[in-house]
């Protein structure tokens, strides 16, 4: 088993305390090391939209780029929205996007050096950014019935993770 509590099995509900309540775990004890998640996702959209993505022809402006910086951001200011995360000093971001004919699927990279791990920042920078996308393009998704048929983020998962001792 892992020293780290929050990589505890299944039984071991690590953000609740004996009676029950919920709690933030302590990781003072733990020495820093150096930690890296990536996670993954994508958001399917008509070959138009894609299209326009494609050509920087949407009318909100540089989806691409807006999405990026949304992603940054939502690593950023994750231990806000996620009630029991841990503030962590973020050294490193790196965002790829991948244009398919239907679907952009976004790769965020996180770094940090630290006592606790940065998946849920990675997922939180996927995510952001996934709907950063959907906001800039919602015009163009947009059916009749102002519905989204053919519009989806789909495929949020961690892809790889990464703990190291300092100085290895």
């Known amino acids: 088993m892992s020293d780290d509590p929050e990589e505890g099995s299944a039984d071991e509900l690590t953000h609740t305390d004996a009676s029950g309540e919920v709690r933030m775990v302590d990781v003072g004890e733990k020495p820093d090391t150096s930690r890296r998640a990536v996670a993954r996702g994508e958001i399917r959209l008509t070959p138009s939209t894609i299209a326009a993505v494609e050509a920087d022809e949407v009318g909100k402006g540089d989806v691409l780029a807006t999405a990026r910086v949304g992603a940054v951001q939502a690593v950023k200011h994750t231990w806000e929205t996620i009630p029991m995360c841990h503030q962590i000093p973020i050294t490193n971001v790196d965002t790829e996007f991948v244009v398919g004919d239907d679907r952009i699927e976004l790769t965020v990279d996180v770094e940090t050096t630290g006592k606790t791990g940065c998946e849920m920042e990675a997922l939180e920078g996927v995510t952001t950014g996934l709907n950063v996308v959907w906001d800039m393009v919602k015009a163009a998704e947009k059916d009749a019935d102002g519905g989204y048929?053919?519009?989806?983020?789909?495929?949020?998962?961690v892809v790889a993770k990464e703990k190291r001792a300092l100085g290895e």
């Open 149 to 157: 048929p053919d519009t989806g983020i789909s495929g949020v998962e």
